[in-house]
């Protein structure tokens, strides 16, 4: 059996992750606010619905901001070998990819307001049938990885 990778993602993730779900919590929020704007308005809704709209937004609030970001943080891994690229995630399903070097068509990295905000990158690694992700790691390792990447990729297709 393979040996799990042993790198892990930036901790400023779990960071930027709540910061994004708390975006989204608030957008629920404003949702369920309208509900009970309506509510009132047009009293056509039972009460009860309203309550419960109401619960679940809290609810998801707390497990999407507070439980699912470092869930998802301790589960992020990866390892770059000289012939393949291996990365592990998953909260209850884990997902494990091989990517074999040989496959790697274009290596990018992306920054969004957010993960700036933390000196935070995302790699994209791109391959003819899809792109596969290494969310979160700081500027400067993304940028290495990147180039680490790209020369491997090169080396490998040289060979062939």
Known sequence: MREQPNV????????????????????????TIGAIVVYNIFDFLPIW???TLAGLTI?????????IPKLRWRRWRYQVYDQEIY???????VTRTIVPMIRVQHVDTQQG??????????????????THQIPALLEEEASDLRDQIS???RVEQDDV
Do not use: N, R
Not at 87 to 93: D, F, K, R, S
Not at 113 to 130: C, D, G, N, R
């Open 59 to 67: 609810v998801e609030w707390i497990i999407t901001v507070f439980i």
């Open 151 to 153: 020369e491997l990729a």
């Open 113 to 130: 307001p957010i993960l700036k905000k933390y000196k935070l990158a995302t790699l994209e690694i791109s391959t003819a049938a899809t």
């Open 87 to 93: 990365i592990q995630h998953g909260i209850l399903i």
């Open 49 to 51: 619905i309203v309550f």
């Open 8 to 31: 892990k993602i930036a901790t400023d993730a779990i960071k930027a992750w709540q910061l994004t779900a708390h975006i989204y919590a608030f957008i629920f929020l404003l949702i």
